[in-house]
């Protein structure tokens, strides 16, 4: 050790002292085996505070950081070439061109990553593995993508621009709809068909008559508990709904939730029903006067009438589509009907669409149309409303199948065709087989047997509908393609 400690002394003491103008100097003076030590003094804060932000100190200037080399004079060329140069930080060089333009210190000041206080970031880490001209790249590649920090391609991430602009749209403060609102709601948006919840001329507010048979308002609302975005709707003239019927209701739907994985969940008064085609209902409660539904907000659903009939008429959909929809509502139509309940909503105006991300950027199912994402609304509702007048379940069960049927009769022929059109309380069973027969041959000529054969099961006047669960197995085989297509 003593050896190693005396080659080490001498080596110190043989090296060459650097000058910044005049390269490597001659050997300092030495006494004997004492080197003469040069005394330099330290810097002072503004002189500390002049190399950090301009990179110079009296004269003279550093090119690079941790080379000492690099220090020279001020206007004074440099005694080495700069071709190749390097530079040294926490122990790793870095070899490159001394480039004014690649510099470090024209990208800014680095980080000592010794002291570095997020030594986990992303940052530091650059910081410490890369060199001047690679962090330079990698820092202009994430600024040019600060516009889309999810990596989407355009049409997506417009499309998902578009949904978050008509998730924060208000009414004007002075709109007197706001009155309809209870007061731990804010930022209320009516979302009535074509806003004709309002009178123009006035400032009288003329409620529509929905489907309930009673006055509605549709708003979305921002809750002032938790700051999330809820579908608030407003039912007016409802005298039988009390507090022990909502409350009852909601235990039927909320406390044993179970949705998909068939147990039972355990805030399942906190999240609602648990299905991905059931838009999820949270609470109902009286104030003003009123009864208010309020479940999940979808920003830029329509229902399915407003998609294929808006007009009074649509066309008849490809087999696929119509397949892709059936699947998304025999599945939720099953979870419901599992847990001893009854959807009672299965209408055109009572499905939310939702086209998907792909559609936006250009994956497109087939015929140029896009994919749908279905869901049941309005659960519970008719429940409360038409508490006193309940009938069976399995009588209700066995209407949601005809309403069902009735969907994909619609779907298929390209028009609205409910369930008190085709099954009349004043015609005979003959006279709604008469009704069926020309729909019946209609779907025979164009679409599958497969098709013909479950949606004849469903409407079939002389025998009762299958369950959910039949159909569900009978179909087995689109349940494959429609996840198949989920995922191209």
């Avoid at 510099?103 to 980080?111: D, F, K, L, N, V």
């Amino acid at each position: 050790m003593d050896e190693i400690t005396d080659q080490a002394a001498s080596l110190s003491v043989g090296a060459k002292a650097w000058t910044p103008s005049g390269g490597f100097a001659a050997t300092p003076k030495t006494s004997g085996n004492k080197q003469v030590d040069v005394k330099i003094p330290p810097l002072t804060a503004s002189e500390l505070r002049s190399v950090n932000s301009t990179g110079s100190l009296g004269g003279w200037k550093n090119e690079g950081v941790g080379n000492p080399s690099a220090w020279r004079e001020t206007g004074a060329p440099t005694s080495q070439p700069p071709s190749i140069g390097g530079v040294d930080v926490g122990g790793t060089h870095y070899f490159g061109k001394s480039d004014p333009s690649n510099s470090w210190e024209a990208q800014g000041p680095t980080h000592n990553p010794k002291i570095d206080p997020h030594p986990h970031s992303r940052s530091s880490v650059a910081h410490r593995t890369t060199g001047p001209n690679h962090r330079h790249q990698a820092r202009h590649a994430r600024s040019s993508t600060l516009h889309n920090v999810m990596s989407l391609p355009m049409e997506e991430y417009l499309h998902h621009g578009e949904l978050a602009y008509a998730a924060h749209r208000e009414m004007s403060s002075s709109d007197p709809r706001h009155n309809l609102v209870p007061a731990t709601f804010c930022r209320a948006y009516c979302l009535d068909y074509n806003d004709q919840s309002r009178n123009e001329r006035s400032d009288a507010i003329i409620q529509q008559r929905s489907s309930f048979g009673y006055p509605t308002s549709l708003f979305r609302v921002t809750s002032t508990s938790d700051g999330k975005l809820y579908c608030l709707r407003r039912i007016d003239s409802v005298r039988q709904a009390s507090h022990k019927v909502i409350q009852h209701v909601m235990h039927q739907w909320l406390s044993g939730a179970n949705g998909r994985d068939g147990q039972p969940q355990a805030s399942a008064m906190i999240s609602g029903f648990d299905h991905p085609g059931i838009v999820r209902w949270y609470k109902c409660f009286i104030s003003q006067r009123a009864l208010f539904f309020l479940s999940a907000y979808h920003a830029g659903a329509v229902t399915l009438r407003e998609r294929f009939f808006a007009e009074g008429g649509g066309v008849p959909l490809p087999e696929s589509m119509i397949w892709s929809c059936l699947v998304q509502l025999v599945s939720a139509v099953k979870a419901v009907h599992a847990n001893n309940l009854a959807v009672r909503t299965l209408q055109l105006n009572h499905i939310l669409t939702q086209e998907s991300a792909s559609s936006a950027s250009g994956a497109f199912s087939s015929y140029g149309l896009p994919k749908l994402r279905l869901r049941i609304n309005c659960i519970g509702v008719i429940d409360i409303l038409e508490y006193e007048s309940r009938k069976p379940l399995d009588e209700l069960q066995r209407a949601d199948m005809r309403a069902l049927g009735c969907i994909l009769l619609s779907l298929a022929t390209g028009q609205e065709i409910t369930v008190n059109d085709l099954y009349n309380a004043n015609q005979t069973q003959q006279q709604q087989g008469q009704v069926l027969l020309e729909y019946f041959q209609y779907v025979q000529q164009n679409y599958s047997r497969e098709l013909f054969v479950l949606l004849n099961s469903l409407l079939n006047p002389s025998a009762a509908p299958p369950s959910a669960q039949n159909v569900a197995l009978s179909m087995a085989s689109r349940v494959f393609e429609e996840l198949d297509s989920a995922h191209e």
